[in-house]
């Protein structure tokens, strides 16, 4: 990637407004940095926090926590807009009133070894994006130096590679990879694919963050009447979030994308219409009986 393919991704990235800009690294590039215990900017970091989070960063932390997607969200994250389009991110949410990470403890991350991608990247940051021309996608890390944290100036060089190593994020790589493909994709999708519509906003908000409420939908009747899901991957879907996840993304490329990628019940179709139709008949006669009353209500009052 030269120079000026990075700047157009910073200017895609969540840096693009940032006072911090980042600077590019070659891969394999050294990076010399450490953070630990004894620095004198201990949890100068996670005091101010600006943390994006993948659905499998989201899926990690509710697990650890016990909880239902739902109320992690509510407890733990902030909704904000990944694109001029309204697509949906979440980030941490910090304390009631300040700026620090509810998670920060004074002896470091209280969910250390379920700590978002974001967390074990800094201060790396990973970019991705796809141009329009092409049909994969690009990856650039950037270095990040922000003026409070002295962990540039310790006596640590090691690669970007195996800092990625030390830090785990190979695996959260993975389970994210193809929800970033499809959010990159979004991101440079032409006029051909239109702007989302509010439906659809919703739909990507809860099969990437809202997980449970996504199981609930996937068992649905008006899903089953839909789609035609074999029963063995059914249960799988049920039982297994990480299978859960990586449905949601098939389900997603192909409600945005019209990519086949889940089978449908050949009169699915049908079936839709019809039952708009109808929702559209009850509208309507709903309506009419609303006017009645008004009419009667209208007429009793004249006597
Ligand atoms: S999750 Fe942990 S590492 Fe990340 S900002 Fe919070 S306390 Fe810091
Ligand atoms: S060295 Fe940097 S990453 Fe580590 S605690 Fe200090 S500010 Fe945070």
Redesign the pocket.
Known sequence: MNEAEFNNLIAESPFADSPVQPTMLPENAPLQFR?HRD?K??????SNIDIPLTPYDILRLKKRLNLSSGDFLKQYSVPFEMDKDGMPGVKLKAVEGGSACQFMKPEGCGVYEDRPTACRY??VALLTMRRSDEFFDRSAYALVK?S????HFENKTQTIEQYRTEQGVDEYDQKAHGWRQLVVKRKSAGPAIGKPTPVSNQLFFMASYDIDRFRAFVMSPSFNETYSIPVEQMAALVADDEALLEFGVSFLRHTLFGEKCIEEHPDALDKRLARRRAMAEQEKEAEFQKKMELEDDKYSGEH
């Open positions: 953070c620095i900017c201990w949890n100068a970091c996670c800094y201060p922000e409070h944290c002295l962990g």
